[in-house]
């Protein structure tokens, strides 16, 4: 069992930075992948980035490329999400999730996640 708990989320201007962390507890963290999404009310949840279970592989989704940057710190099982030069569709829900030992070829499905956190809102004013 694992709970997530995300923070650092706000409102912020376009071409501002924010850094989403992202606490977990659970005496295993670093056999899981880690993976963040975003939602906007109404549409689908969107993958950002993820992060291997070994720290080796990172993926992005491409409006973020450049932009964002995933990380991890296992001895203080906390995940981050660097974000730069955000832009108001990067308005959204911003939820973080681990995958027990996941692959990176799966790792943009919502579906290959065992666990999800309560979300933290992010809005980008232009």
């Known amino acids: 069992q694992v709970q997530l708990v995300e923070s650092g989320g706000g409102l912020v201007q376009a071409g501002d930075s924010l850094r989403l962390s992202c606490a977990a507890s659970?005496?295993?963290?670093?056999?899981?992948?880690v993976g963040w999404f975003r939602q906007v009310q109404g549409k689908e949840r969107e993958f950002v980035a993820s992060?291997?279970?070994?720290?080796?592989?990172?993926r992005y989704a491409d409006s973020v490329k450049g932009r964002f940057t995933i990380s991890r710190d296992n001895g203080k099982k906390m995940v981050y999400l660097q974000m730069n030069s955000l832009k108001p569709e990067d308005t959204a829900v911003y939820y973080c999730?681990?995958?027990?030992?996941?692959?990176?070829?799966?790792?943009?499905?919502?579906?290959?996640?065992?666990?999800w956190g309560q979300g933290t809102q992010v809005t980008v004013s232009s």
């Open positions: 992060l291997s279970w070994n720290g080796r592989t990172t």
């Open positions: 659970g005496r295993t963290f670093s056999n899981y992948a």
């Open positions: 999730a681990v995958q027990y030992f996941g692959e990176p070829s799966n790792s943009d499905r919502s579906s290959s996640y065992n666990y």
